[in-house]
């Protein structure tokens, strides 16, 4: 069959995890191609809210098989909590969730890295250790999951590293958090424990995905964080440190990019970013409080106050190119309600001009004033609807003026957090046809 590709078109927290849990029900898998435990995904069923942060969303479908790909960098401590979670809330994990074997591990020395490292501490990484762990696995010294699992290798691999870190500290004139020797000693200890708990999960998933897609079955694969944060296609250096976009997914999970046949590009109705970087559509003062307040807009992994800004064509005409995408998902609709007009980014001014398509350079894009349009706005409360006629006029033109713009339909939009509160845009309504 095929494989659908899920990515966020912004600055990540677009509501990925929601739209994902909906989409989960028809699938046979969903696998996560790259990230670490600082994508929050964020799924409310019912009165049960599950945060979840390596574990795909999938997993809250009992027919759904998960995994976490070898795209992925996973944080031994904290999948092994997730799962307890799940355990916990009598989710089934035997037989349904699967970690890649040439997944990456994150140990307590890359968080250590990362407080040393100038660069991460200006972006406002999660400090999860993520950075240096892609670091490490690009410079090929990185420990993999299958010598995480084998006591021998994995003793081996640290005293390496800890070679390193002696000198990497001695370097920079700073003392290491404790005696490098007896750290190493102690996380043997402590992470052969978390190993022999996660060992069960390991598996070859790329073959296991590879011969489910032969046998016709569905895949969803899942992106974490959003576009404009893609280490090649974002505003660099204001990035993550892995591919976010479309094509991540087919080297983050191993399956030939021709299995991927759809691409939903999952889009705020305003716009968020955390940490530092060009944020063209950016609001300030009493304005961005009472929209961050309104939308909730706090970190689900680390409680920060997120930046917000209105809906930037700019940036999501950039997303739907360079993912391909054939779809949009316009979520958090409700909280625009109750104003008279919505503003949107339609174009920026830049020193050369106006340009609808970003330019790459962040100096150029700092340079860049955005150009506002201001669309009629509605004050009806949307969190009920379910039935697109249903929805006030001036939302289904601000959905379909949308996908105008940015020449590719909303499929769908969101009202609100709840399984339920999705509407469906039909086909006539969503007038763009994408590219095939
Ligand atoms: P992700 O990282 O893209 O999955 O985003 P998160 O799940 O962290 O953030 C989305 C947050 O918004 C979560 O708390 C969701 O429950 C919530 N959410 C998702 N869709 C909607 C929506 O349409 N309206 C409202 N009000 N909240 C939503």
Redesign the pocket.
């Known amino acids: 069959m095929s494989a659908t590709v899920v990515v966020?078109c912004q600055y990540?927290?677009?509501?990925?995890?929601?739209?994902?849990d909906l989409m989960s029900r028809s699938m046979d898998w969903v696998a996560r191609f790259q990230g670490g435990a600082n994508?929050?995904?964020?799924?409310?069923i019912g009165r049960k809210?599950y945060?979840l942060h390596l574990v795909p969303?999938g997993i809250l479908h009992p027919k759904t098989k998960c995994v976490i790909g070898h795209g992925v960098v996973v944080d031994p401590i904290e999948l092994l909590k997730e799962i307890q979670m799940l355990r916990e809330k009598d989710i089934e994990l035997d037989g349904r969730l699967f970690l890649s074997d040439c997944a990456h591990v994150i140990l307590p020395y890359h968080k250590w890295l990362e407080s040393l490292d100038a660069h991460d501490v200006r972006v406002g990484t999660t400090k999860r250790g993520i950075g240096p762990a892609y670091e490490q696995k690009y410079a090929r010294t990185g420990i993999r999951v299958y010598e995480f699992i084998d006591p021998d290798r994995f003793r081996q691999r640290l005293q390496e590293h800890g070679e390193v870190l002696e000198r990497v500290f001695r370097g920079a004139g700073v003392e290491p958090p404790q005696p490098i020797d007896r750290a190493i000693e102690e996380w043997v200890d402590e992470y052969s424990k978390v190993a022999d708990q996660i060992r069960g999960f390991v598996s070859e998933t790329m073959t296991l995905l590879g011969d489910a897609w032969r046998r016709g079955e569905k895949i969803l694969c899942e992106g974490?964080?959003?576009t404009l944060l893609d280490v090649d296609m974002g505003t660099y250096p204001f990035v993550t440190s892995s591919t976010t976009t479309a094509a991540g997914a087919a080297s983050g999970l191993g399956l030939p990019p021709s299995a991927i046949r759809k691409v939903v590009g999952?889009c705020k109705a305003y716009a968020t970013r955390v940490g530092e970087g060009p944020f063209t559509s950016e609001l300030l003062g009493s304005e961005a409080e009472a929209l961050r307040e309104q939308?909730?807009e706090y970190?689900?992994t680390t409680g920060r106050p997120r930046r917000v800004g209105w809906l930037d064509l700019v940036a999501l005409r950039h997303a739907v190119r360079v993912n391909g995408i054939q779809s949009l998902v316009l979520?958090?609709?409700?909280?625009l309600s109750g104003r008279t007009t919505v503003p949107v980014v339609i174009a920026y001014d830049g020193p050369n001009g106006r340009m609808t398509i970003p330019p790459r350079d962040p100096r150029a894009l700092d340079a860049c004033r955005p150009v506002i349009e201001e669309r009629p706005g509605w004050s009806d409360d949307l969190?009920k609807v379910r039935r697109y006629p249903d929805l006030p006029e001036a939302v289904r033109d601000y959905v379909e003026w949308v996908g105008e713009q940015v020449e590719c339909p909303v499929g769908i939009?969101?009202?609100?957090?709840g399984r339920n509160?999705?509407i469906r845009v039909p086909r006539s309504r969503s007038q763009v046809t994408a590219p095939a």
Not at 39 to 44: F, I, L, N, S
Not at 331 to 335: E, G
Not at 413 to 417: D, E, Y
Request: net charge neutral; glycine share 24%.
């Open positions: 966020g990540g927290d677009e509501g990925k995890g929601k739209i994902v994508a929050g995904h964020t799924v409310v809210t945060v969303s974490a964080q959003g999952i939308g909730g970190g689900a979520t958090k609709l409700d909280v969190s939009v969101s009202v609100g957090s509160q999705v």
